[in-house]
């Protein structure tokens, strides 16, 4: 079983930058492939971003040029860099691993963007 803890959002205005951490535990980090969805009120949760176990990684339109997905398996961590954030990033933002079958979620952190 992996346990995730997202850690880092908060407030922050239009503009500025913030980095969301995922630590995990309980299993081998490197062996998931790692990434960032988030869900604004009224709204499905969406992929921001992904990174594979050997670290390519990948970003939504919406993310691309903003933000930085990367990984740390020795820290058995993840994180998004998030720069130029704007108010449509408002949401609660999640951690997920996935290896085959198996996914694991985090219990999310809440990014608010203030105009």
């Known amino acids: 079983q992996v346990q995730l803890v997202e850690s880092g959002g908060g407030l922050v205005q239009a503009g500025g930058s913030l980095r969301l951490s995922c630590a995990a535990s309980?299993?081998?980090?490197?062996?998931?492939?790692m990434d960032w969805y988030r869900q604004a009120p009224g709204k499905q949760r969406e992929l921001v971003a992904g990174?594979?176990?050997?670290?390519?990684?990948n970003y939504a339109d919406s993310a691309k040029g903003r933000f930085t997905i990367s990984r740390d398996n020795a820290k058995n961590t993840g994180y998004l860099q998030m720069n130029s954030v704007k108010p449509e990033d408002t949401a609660v933002y999640y951690c997920?691993?996935?290896?085959?079958?198996?996914?694991?979620w985090g219990q999310g952190t809440q990014v608010t963007v203030s105009s």
């Open positions: 990174i594979t176990r050997s670290g390519s990684a």
């Open positions: 309980g299993s081998i980090f490197s062996w998931y492939d």
């Open positions: 997920h691993l996935r290896r085959g079958g198996i996914e694991y």
